[in-house]
């Protein structure tokens, strides 16, 4: 059985090389195919502000093997950024990624895509493929919609999206995104679907390029600039509805291990807590905190618990009642405003209907402690005092010299 066994297997593992193979070929033969056009033009793409886009390079030269991306505010613009250390393969840590932070530090390059983690509206303009020669390739005109004054219908209350808009020249709707998975599964959760702004009009500019004729993203560069002024006054949307869905059965383990994993359950783990990842964080009273889910982006589906009280965004998510200290963003981070001992607790995140980390929040008062030369506070401090002692002696040596030219030009009048 073994002699008839190894030849076999021996095959195997060479026809699992040729399609791993043949697999990487297809890849590379990907650009091999796609003819670039002879007139760059730009793809329009849309998005939601903290969300995290890949714009592939679809197509480029076979003797070229790394690229360049370059980002754009406006076409023919003279300040342009190079997004990539000129080797096409910038490596980056989405978990240090801060919203708000440069975009130059909020990007990476993976097999010739870029990707901009938590996209700010800022982002918003032309990306463009290409090389360090400036030879580019492939095009895309991207729109970040801003989240700051969103409109959010709870379709459980009766609540509905806000109907179209029809003008002489054009016509504003929102076009909807799929409905996301339930948060949770086996209690009720909820459902989220993402709506962006869109403009339909026969006076684009047809160097973009559109999924449908004469439609585009209310903030494309494909419209004119007195058209986004009336787009901007159409605000993207959020419709949010209750779910109940199953859980998946996991898969039981052996007899053995089964026994063995319940003596160590039943010695060091509490019956009533939730077998998954728990960090411990102590945090001083009064200050914010924000809490984001492990692996989680703002497209995906999550929820967010306070031990066994489920923080629905029917109640919590921001904008709903502006009093609230404690809400979740459109990017799925729990913010806790000015912390109080009545927050300590065990919050659970939920991730694409499955409940994968918690966080023991403990609340203490905070030590004093001496401020160094490295703390941000001192060097802004700093900052802040010698620019005041620059600015109140430029002024002194100013009116000085002031009267000292008047007294100058008065002598010789009396005289």
């Known amino acids: 059985m073994m002699e008839t066994g190894l030849p076999r297997a021996v095959l195997l593992l060479c026809m699992v090389d040729v399609l791993h193979s043949f697999a990487i070929e297809e890849k590379e033969d990907i650009f091999k195919r796609m003819v670039c056009p002879a007139f760059l033009m730009f793809d329009n793409a849309a998005y939601l502000a903290d969300m995290t886009f890949e714009l592939p390079c679809n197509c480029k030269p076979e003797e070229v093997s790394n690229v360049v991306w370059y980002f754009q505010k406006t076409m ?29 530090k909020r990007f990476s390059i993976r097999m010739f895509s870029l990707i901009v983690f938590r996209a700010q509206v800022t982002d918003s303009g032309l990306y463009l493929c290409g090389t360090k020669k400036g030879d580019f390739f492939y095009g895309y005109d991207v729109d970040v919609q801003p989240t700051k004054h969103i409109t959010v219908a709870f379709v459980d209350r009766g609540e509905h999206v806000q109907d179209d808009y029809t003008g002489k020249l054009f016509s504003l709707f929102t076009t909807f995104w799929d409905w996301t998975k339930c948060d949770r599964c086996g209690v009720r959760g909820e459902q989220r679907r993402i709506g962006l702004c869109y403009m339909r009009s026969a006076k684009l500019h047809p160097r973009y390029r559109t999924a ?20 901007r006054r159409w605000r993207p949307e959020v419709a949010i509805r209750s779910c109940l869905a199953p859980c998946v059965k996991e898969q039981d383990p052996q007899e053995g291990v089964q026994a063995i994993s319940n003596v160590i359950y039943k010695l060091g783990q509490k019956p009533w807590l939730p077998h998954v990842p728990t960090q411990f964080h102590k945090h001083p009273v009064g200050r914010d905190l924000i809490i984001a889910c492990p692996g989680a982006r703002p497209e995906h589906a999550v929820a967010w618990d306070k031990d066994s009280v489920r923080l629905y965004r029917s109640h919590f998510l921001v904008g709903v009642n502006q009093s609230m200290r404690v809400f979740i963003d459109h990017g799925n981070h729990l913010h806790i405003q000015r912390v109080q001992f009545s927050d300590r607790g065990t919050y659970f995140c939920w991730r694409e209907g499955q409940l994968v980390a918690g966080f023991r929040l403990s609340v203490g008062h905070q030590r004093q402690r001496r401020r160094t030369l490295d703390d941000p506070e001192t060097i802004y401090a700093i900052k802040a005092i010698s620019t005041s002692y620059v600015l109140i002696s430029a002024i002194f040596v100013g009116i000085h010299v002031c009267r000292c030219c008047r007294q100058v030009f008065r002598c010789p009048m009396r005289t």
């Open 212 to 231: 449908l004729p004469n439609v585009t993203s209310c903030g494309s560069r494909a419209i004119s600039m007195r058209l986004q002024r009336r787009g």
């Open 76 to 104: 023919g613009s003279k300040e342009t950024t190079v997004l990539t250390d000129f080797a096409g393969n910038v490596v980056l840590d989405s978990g240090h990624i801060h919203v708000g932070s440069n975009v130059l």
